[in-house]
C-alpha cells in the first residue's frame, strides 16, 4: 500500500494550486484522509481532514483558502489552495487511514510534495 502526492510546485502569490494523493494497493476501506504542511526545522501540523462520509474538518489557522475534498471510488483526496502567499511556501504531505486487504489497519502517509509561492 502506497501514497502518491502531486500537484506542488511553484507559484506567484494570489494564485491557487490542487494538491492531490492517491491511494494504491490492496486496500479494503479507506477512512479518514487528511492533509499536512511542514516547514523545514518545524512539526507536521494539520490542515484538514475528511472522513468516508465527506464531513471535514479544518484547522482554524487553515480555514477559508484551502478546501479538502476527495473522490472515494479513486482512493483520492483533494487540496484545493487559493490566495496562496509566501508563508504557505512548506511541504504538504497527505496521510490516509485504512484497512488492508488482509485486515491491517494503517496510517500511512505520502511522501511530500513542495509547494513554493513567491511574492
Known amino acids: 500500500v502506497q501514497l502518491q502526492a502531486s500537484g506542488g510546485g511553484l507559484v506567484q502569490a494570489g494564485e491557487s494550486l490542487r494538491l492531490s494523493c492517491v491511494a494504491s494497493g490492496s486496500i479494503l476501506v479507506v477512512n479518514d484522509m487528511a492533509w499536512y504542511r511542514q516547514a523545514p526545522g518545524n512539526q507536521r501540523e494539520l490542515i484538514a481532514s475528511i472522513t468516508r462520509d465527506g464531513t471535514t474538518n479544518y484547522v482554524d489557522s487553515q480555514k477559508g483558502r484551502f478546501t479538502i475534498s476527495r473522490d472515494s471510488a479513486k482512493n483520492t483526496v483533494y487540496l484545493q489552495m487559493s490566495g496562496l502567499k509566501p508563508e504557505d511556501t512548506d511541504v504538504y504531505y497527505c496521510k490516509v487511514d485504512l484497512i488492508t486487504l488482509t ?15 513567491s511574492s
Open 103 to 117: 485486515s491491517h489497519i494503517l496510517g500511512i502517509w505520502g511522501q511530500g510534495t513542495l509547494v513554493t509561492v
